[in-house]
């Protein structure tokens, strides 16, 4: 089956820096790399996603880039905000009708 | 337009009694998953359905789980003779088409306590 590796498993970051939570994974029959933000105590909603046939999704502070030669794919947060201290998993599909999630990221943001 | 819902949002129970849980997913969605998560830690598939067809139920832990689907609706999750162990929120997701090439639409969960 699928396999994904998600880091940092936590990050601790100032308000108004940059965050950067990177998955990689082995299968190249993938084709679907979606991010979820949790946060506590709520449900897992998506947040950006993107598909095998683009390099990087923007959508104001959040991106989402892609490399499948290197088969890692990588959340990037700028400016950020106490509202953004969550849990974030990033997820593979495509390859199995079974999505696979990352163990997850826990994102503090110090105000 | 409504979301998924799930139900009981939390439910206590003493080891060793059966509990059902239950799962509304969007009107539409072929797509089904069960997901356990206990706290603090990720998303734990369990079983999936997608329309009438057989369901994987490769990630169930035992054979005290198990779960049915009507159709594309309804679908309830059955734990037999609960375990401390099996304490952890319960979350369903539905997705528009089969496949994990989609967004999954998450439940407010349950969270199970067994004493």
């Known amino acids: 089956g699928e396999n994904v590796e998600q880091h940092p498993s936590t990050l601790s970051v100032q308000e108004g820096d940059s965050a950067v939570i990177k998955c990689t994974y082995s299968?190249?029959?993938?084709?679907?790399f979606p991010w979820y933000k949790q946060e506590l105590g709520k449900r897992p909603q998506l947040i950006i996603d993107?598909?095998?046939?683009?390099g990087e999704k923007k959508d104001q502070r959040i991106a989402v880039t892609l490399n499948k030669t290197a088969k890692h794919f990588s959340l990037h947060i700028t400016e950020t905000q106490p509202e953004d201290s969550a849990v974030y998993f990033c997820a593979l599909g495509g390859g199995s009708y079974i999505p696979t999630f990352g163990r997850g990221t826990s994102l503090i943001v110090h105000p | 337009g409504a979301g998924v819902s799930q139900s009981p949002s939390n439910k206590v129970t003493e080891k060793g009694k059966d509990v059902e849980l239950r799962c509304d997913p969007i009107?539409?969605?072929?797509?089904l998953y069960w997901y356990r998560q206990r706290l603090g830690q990720g998303l734990e598939f369990l079983i999936y359905?997608?329309?009438?067809?057989?369901?994987?139920k490769s990630g169930l832990p035992s054979d005290r789980f198990s779960a049915e689907r009507t159709g594309e609706s309804v679908s309830t999750l059955t734990i037999q003779r609960t375990q401390q162990e099996d304490s952890a929120v319960y979350l369903c997701?539905?997705?528009?088409?089969?496949?994990?090439?989609?967004?999954?639409?998450f439940g407010p969960g349950t969270r199970l306590t067994v004493l």
């Open positions: 009107s539409g969605h072929t797509a």
């Open positions: 997701a539905s997705s528009l088409q089969s496949g994990g090439g989609n967004e999954q639409f």
């Open positions: 359905f997608q329309g009438n067809s057989a369901p994987d």
């Open positions: 993107i598909r095998s046939n683009v």
């Open positions: 299968d190249s029959a993938s084709n679907y």
